[in-house]
């Protein structure tokens, strides 16, 4: 009988064990929001599985669902547009809440084509409580569709729903200011081609949400292979169509296109580079040929300048006082995004050895202590803040 019970109480630790291990259905955000593995993926997708079971006409469950098999392709297949769909997320949502803004935002999310019809209709029911990660998306897929050049009901929804992130506190506060920084360093009416959300929503966010340097023209990189975003651009400054086949763009061609058409300065993100095409060695070899560095930015010139003076106006023009400051609130998106700071200490050290050859002592140990305290009052981890801080004690004065 004694063993009895203990077999019994043994399993009563296991169920317990089981129950408190078994993984809470929590919100799921884009990899680059949360900062989540793909096994912290995995249990979400078990537990909004769960959640969809008990409520089947609940958005919210299915939207989640939904979310973790698609952001599992970051490290698997993930959920994709199967041949044989009875078993797929999006079959099963269009049978439990067909005509949702659910449904609809996530099966454009899918295609993810230049013209939707499902985002289309997502964009007419949007819900005053959904995630700034979904506007996010919309706010893409408007951009792409030239939202942005648009005078009309079209370009007035994009700004209503950046200045709805912006005024929701999405951006964290450190982000909008480098990203000020690299827009008050470009000289007027200056063209910036970008990568990524954190470099172009910013961006764009402060045009429409503040009216800052409105004058600035903004390009996603990405979006140039897409014929239409491309004879908008042109249209927009006012140049000749770009004519070339899709197969032989070429986004460094672009840029020098623009550079050699317009009267406007093209600048770029550093990260653009690296995502030109690789069967192109020569032609990328070529093009880096042309790219200066002016402080936070490459500028693209096909003639030579000095870009020590360039680099000069544009350093004078950013306010980097806030990187003194200590850390006065926990960001809620955009974890990892921090690592934004970390261009100051990549690109800017050379200026403390400019101002100690020039003599300038103190504006060269101000910047030395500015740039350190842009690492060590991050909540970077600590062998990531070694590293750099260590790479700064190269241009010590």
Known sequence: MKTHRCILALALLLATANSLLAQRPEPVLPVIVSGQDSAWYARQAEAWEAEVKKH??????????????????????????PTSAENSVLTRMEQAIPGTFTYNYCRHTISMSSDSEFAE?????????????????LLGYLWRTGADLDKGKRGAQFNELLKRQYEGGYYPDFALRYNYNQLEGMPENAIYIGHGDLDLFPKIMMQRAMNLHEDKFIVVSSFLYIPNYRDGICKHLGIPPYEIEAAQFRLSKFIHYLSEQTDRPVYLNASVPYNLEASANEEIKEFCECLYQEGLLLKYSSTPYDNAAAALRAFEKYHLEYLTEPRFRTENYWKGSEKLQVNYVTLLPKFIQRFKAAGDEKRAQWLYRTLRASITNTQLDEATKQRYLQHLENFRP
């Open 121 to 137: 209709r997502a964009l007419t029911m949007i819900p005053d409580d959904v995630g700034h990660e979904t506007v996010d998306g």
């Open 56 to 81: 089947p006409k609940s958005e919210e469950a299915w939207r989640n669902l939904f979310n973790a098999k698609y952001y599992l392709k970051f490290w698997f297949d993930g959920l994709k547009e």
